[in-house]
């Protein structure tokens, strides 16, 4: 099973995403347990790519409270909107802290330690990193050293996290990556592909991803908007 997810590490909806694609994932290796051993598949391999909500945004970001007055139409909107997400978030288990967060950052550097990432298989955790820093932590991801030390804390090496970050390939990959996203009509995320062969938008309940994954076994592609 291959899971391609397009994703971007300012989006509270992909960190719900990944929580539940995470139950979603006990619950398959569950189901399949038996049938993995005795064919000796590996586990789910997960792929991570970038997706940036806000592409248009400097370098160094903009202060969270005139992004999302822009975004929403003032304060008090985009406090009712970050109160429906906060509580989606404690039902995954999430302990989303809006308040803490000070700028709204530009995520194409954020993006290339994640694709970096994938050299070591250290994606998921360099994810999961970001995540924290940004949501719980309310750390200011237009920073390099936050970055770095974000990117080493999920486990990768600082040395090649700097490299990555002066890298201007690794720039303009990103760049075509969401490009590309966008090309296949990717409005907005969490996307899931599975086994390139069905799609999933939006963070998903576990039991709908699950079933997903079931489908995507199935040697017809099959396409769904669930």
């Known amino acids: 099973m291959q899971i391609d997810i397009i994703s971007d590490v300012v989006c509270p909806w992909c960190y719900i ?23 000796d598949q590996e586990a789910p391999r997960i792929t991570w790519h970038p997706f940036q909500l806000n592409p248009h945004l400097p370098v160094e970001g903009i202060p969270r409270d005139e992004y999302t007055s822009s975004k929403f139409g003032g304060p008090e909107r985009a406090r009712e909107i970050y ?62 050293d936050t970055l770095l030390e974000l990117a080493e804390r999920g486990g990768l090496n600082r040395e090649d996290g700097e490299s990555c970050l002066a890298n201007e390939e690794m720039r303009s990959e990103i760049e075509e ?32 991803l699950v079933r997903a994954m079931t489908q995507a076994e199935s040697e017809e592609p099959v396409e769904t908007n669930a």
């Open 17 to 39: 995403g990944k929580r539940n694609l995470e139950k979603a994932l006990s619950l398959y290796e569950a189901e399949h347990s038996g049938k993995l051993q005795e064919s």
């Open 177 to 208: 990556q969401d490009r590309h996203a966008r090309s296949l009509g990717v409005e907005g995320v969490p996307f899931f592909i599975f086994n390139q062969k069905l799609a999933v938008s939006g963070a998903q309940p576990p039991d709908v």
């Open 83 to 144: 109160a429906r997400v906060a509580s989606a978030g404690a039902q995954a288990g999430i302990n989303f802290r809006f308040d803490e967060i000070a700028r709204q950052p530009n995520t194409i550097a954020a993006h290339q330690l994640v694709l970096l990432a994938a050299d070591s298989d250290a994606q998921d955790s360099v994810v999961e990193s970001l995540f924290n820093g940004y949501f719980l932590e309310g750390r200011d991801l237009t920073d390099r």
